[in-house]
């Protein structure tokens, strides 16, 4: 297994070294050291402690997940974070953006969320949290509009796709 660390900023603030490490304990690797795997692709981190953590994960190989949604209210969880959020009702029906302090979602987080059924679906931020969108609109044009969610703040989120 080849490991190496990143050579450019991954992280504000934080610099990167190289590190090689054909082992599978990553005994060479220094503590305080973010590194990338090329075996799985995923960058990790060494702590001060020595504990390993994966920091971030390519999932440009993996299949989209979805979560399908029939009811008329549904308030996202961090379960919806890389996923496809069907919202599949005949009537209209509201997809509730929670407070962070709810639902701690990363800042990073993306979320497609698909308006599948007839029924227009409405964003709907929890009070305090804000989303940010052209001309501020918060509803889906119609059947099959597809948007994106994107957690750019602690409760601010961008919203982009076919709204109205």
């Given at each position: 297994?080849a490991v190496?660390?990143i050579t450019?900023?991954?992280?504000?603030?934080?610099?990167?070294?190289v590190?090689?490490?054909t082992?599978?304990?990553?005994?060479?690797?220094?503590?305080?050291?973010?590194f990338?795997n090329?075996e799985?692709?995923i960058?990790?981190?060494?702590?001060?402690?020595g504990?390993?953590?994966d920091v971030?994960?390519?999932t440009?190989n993996?299949?989209?997940?979805?979560n399908e949604q029939?009811?008329?209210t549904?308030t996202?969880?961090l379960?919806?974070q890389g996923k496809?959020?069907?919202?599949?009702?005949?009537?209209?029906?509201t997809l509730?953006?929670?407070?962070?302090?709810?639902?701690a979602?990363p800042?990073?987080t993306q979320i497609?969320?698909?308006?599948?059924?007839?029924g227009?679906t409405?964003?709907?931020p929890?009070?305090?949290?804000?989303?940010?969108?052209?001309?501020?609109?918060t509803?889906?044009?119609?059947?099959?509009?597809l948007?994106t969610?994107?957690?750019?703040?602690?409760d601010?989120w961008?919203?982009g796709?076919n709204?109205?």
């Amino acid at each position: 297994m080849a490991v190496t660390t990143i050579t450019t900023k991954m992280v504000a603030g934080v610099k990167y070294s190289v590190t090689t490490d054909t082992s599978a304990d990553f005994s060479s690797v220094g503590n305080e050291v973010y590194f990338y795997n090329l075996e799985d692709e995923i960058v990790y981190y060494k702590n001060l402690d020595g504990l390993i953590v994966d920091v971030y994960r390519n999932t440009s190989n993996q299949l989209l997940s979805l979560n399908e949604q029939t009811g008329a209210t549904y308030t996202l969880s961090l379960s919806d974070q890389g996923k496809l959020v069907s919202m599949s009702n005949g009537s209209g029906n509201t997809l509730v953006i929670p407070l962070n302090s709810s639902v701690a979602f990363p800042v990073g987080t993306q979320i497609l969320v698909k308006q599948k059924g007839a029924g227009q679906t409405v964003f709907l931020p929890t009070g305090g949290v804000t989303i940010e969108s052209y001309l501020n609109r918060t509803q889906s044009l119609g059947q099959y509009s597809l948007f994106t969610l994107i957690k750019t703040g602690t409760d601010t989120w961008t919203l982009g796709g076919n709204l109205t």
